[in-house]
């Protein structure tokens, strides 16, 4: 580990920091879809009855937990890269399905009309943006 208090020093903390985020977000996410699988569909399928994604939303919960997941086991991967060998790759590949999965769940948000949780999600966007930057 560098010296904290260096230019490199801080920029590995941010690397890690952005990693162990969406690590812990997707992780934890993806992990509830699987656990609560009936009741996370149920409230899906009501949230998204009168938007055009209505038929579509067992597929769209599969492909959002796998992406989720991936997302989250990437990140908590290239967290210990990060760490223990100095390298961004996986952590940039766990940013990248981040930003993808939150676009997903802005899509979905804004499709839904659910305009304060479409909202919600910008500051996590933005994270994802920078951990696409700081970890290239």
Same mark, same amino acid.
């Given at each position: 580990?560098?010296?904290?208090?260096?230019?490199?020093? /801080?920029?590995?903390?941010?690397?890690?920091?952005?990693?162990?985020?969406?690590? !812990?977000?997707?992780?934890?996410?993806? !992990?509830?879809? =699987? *656990?609560?699988?009936?009741?996370?569909?149920?409230?899906?399928?009501?949230?998204?009855?009168?938007?055009?994604?209505?038929?579509?939303?067992?597929?769209?919960?599969? =492909?959002?937990?796998?992406?989720? *997941?991936?997302?989250?086991?990437?990140? /908590?991967?290239?967290?210990?890269?990060?760490?223990?060998?100095?390298?961004?790759?996986?952590?940039?590949?766990? /940013?990248?399905?981040?930003?993808?999965?939150?676009?997903?769940?802005?899509?979905?948000?804004?499709?839904?009309?659910?305009?304060?949780?479409?909202?919600?999600?910008?500051?996590?966007? =933005?994270?994802?943006?920078?951990?696409?930057?700081? *970890?290239?």
């Amino acid at each position: 580990m560098p010296d904290l208090h260096t230019p490199f020093g /801080a920029l590995t903390l941010v690397q890690l920091f952005i990693a162990a985020f969406f690590a !812990i977000c997707f992780l934890q996410s993806g !992990i509830d879809k =699987i *656990l609560d699988r009936k009741g996370n569909l149920e409230w899906l399928t009501g949230h998204f009855s009168s938007s055009p994604l209505a038929g579509t939303v067992p597929i769209l919960f599969f =492909i959002l937990t796998v992406l989720e *997941l991936a997302a989250g086991a990437l990140s /908590a991967i290239g967290f210990f890269f990060v760490l223990v060998r100095h390298t961004t790759a996986i952590a940039f590949y766990g /940013a990248f399905l981040s930003a993808l999965a939150l676009l997903a769940l802005f899509f979905g948000q804004r499709m839904a009309k659910e305009y304060p949780g479409a909202a919600a999600l910008v500051p996590y966007f =933005i994270v994802a943006l920078a951990g696409l930057y700081f *970890l290239a």
